[in-house]
């Protein structure tokens, strides 16, 4: 696993500890792994045929539905899909694939699965890599809906979620929230989302967002990809496809501002 992901399985597989006790931790299978992607025994990419809003089908692109092992054990794969809702740029649709994962979403074309984890409180991460590996190319997506976790790493990225931590006896006094990764760029466009970049050692400028809607739902949504800059229009169109389906942002978290 590279580097820059060992971060989230941490968060994944301390909550899926968390959420068992000594006496329910048997033969469950650990975090996906790399191998055969037509015969996966973790997950697997089945193609299907999309069609569009009209219920014509998409023959231009490659399209798959993905399955996967959760760490119970149990076989998720959402079906069947829905038409396909999101913006397809027409000037890039030879470099695409659509992945329905319960919702479609774009993907560089070519890009396969290197690790999907589902835990028994619904943490998931999902982390596609570039043909040559992840030092060619990857993108990751997240999903956390412990609200304590998802408070804990939205808390560096949101200056009231770090007050509101201390307000509930949520962090220790003085306790730093510090930031993974080194970001250059932060923007919020609304109060439940933040847009930024950050830098990783030999790789090229990583585009991430991270989308968290407050305590009393407790769901942090996150993404990241990490492409040559001479691919930021791919890039871009793949970041939209993953970050645009989240709900409005609760209107009292739009008055704490960010």
């Known amino acids: 696993m590279p580097a820059h992901h060992r971060w989230w399985v941490g968060v994944v597989s301390f909550l899926f500890l968390a959420s068992a006790t000594a006496g329910e931790l048997h033969d469950i299978p650990g975090p996906a792994h790399r191998g055969d992607f037509v015969n996966g025994h973790d997950f697997r990419m089945t193609p299907v045929v999309a069609?569009?809003?009209?219920?014509?089908?998409?023959?231009?692109?490659?399209?798959?539905?993905?399955?996967?092992?959760?760490?119970?054990?149990?076989?998720?794969?959402?079906?069947?899909?829905?038409?396909?809702?999101?913006?397809?740029?027409?000037?890039?649709?030879?470099?695409?694939?659509?992945?329905?994962?319960?919702?479609?979403?774009?993907?560089?074309?070519?890009?396969?699965?290197?690790?999907?984890?589902?835990?028994?409180?619904?943490?998931?991460?999902?982390?596609?890599?570039?043909?040559?590996?992840?030092?060619?190319?990857?993108?990751?997506?997240?999903?956390?809906?412990?609200?304590?976790?998802?408070?804990?790493?939205?808390?560096?990225?949101?200056?009231?979620?770090?007050?509101?931590?201390?307000?509930?006896?949520?962090?220790?006094?003085?306790?730093?929230?510090?930031?993974?990764?080194?970001v250059v760029r932060l923007s919020h466009p609304d109060a439940c989302t933040a847009i930024y970049d950050y830098v990783e050692k030999d790789s090229p400028l990583v585009h991430a967002w991270m989308n968290f809607v407050g305590i009393e739902n407790g769901e942090l949504y996150t993404f990241a990809i990490d492409m040559p800059e001479s691919d930021k229009r791919l890039r871009d169109a793949v970041f939209a496809s993953h970050t645009t389906a989240q709900g409005p942002c609760p209107s009292s978290r739009q008055k704490a501002g960010p």
């Open 51 to 182: 069609v569009d809003a009209s219920g014509q089908p998409i023959t231009d692109m490659p399209a798959y539905r993905l399955g996967y092992r959760d760490t119970d054990g149990n076989w998720q794969e959402v079906g069947p899909p829905t038409p396909v809702d999101i913006t397809i740029p027409p000037d890039l649709r030879d470099r695409l694939m659509l992945v329905f994962t319960g919702a479609w979403a774009l993907m560089p074309r070519g890009w396969r699965p290197s690790m999907v984890m589902l835990t028994s409180n619904s943490t998931m991460g999902i982390e596609f890599d570039a043909p040559g590996g992840s030092a060619h190319g990857w993108l990751f997506d997240g999903m956390v809906l412990s609200a304590w976790s998802a408070m804990e790493e939205a808390a560096p990225f949101f200056p009231h979620v770090r007050k509101e931590m201390l307000a509930n006896d949520m962090a220790q006094p003085g306790q730093r929230f510090a930031m993974r990764e080194h």
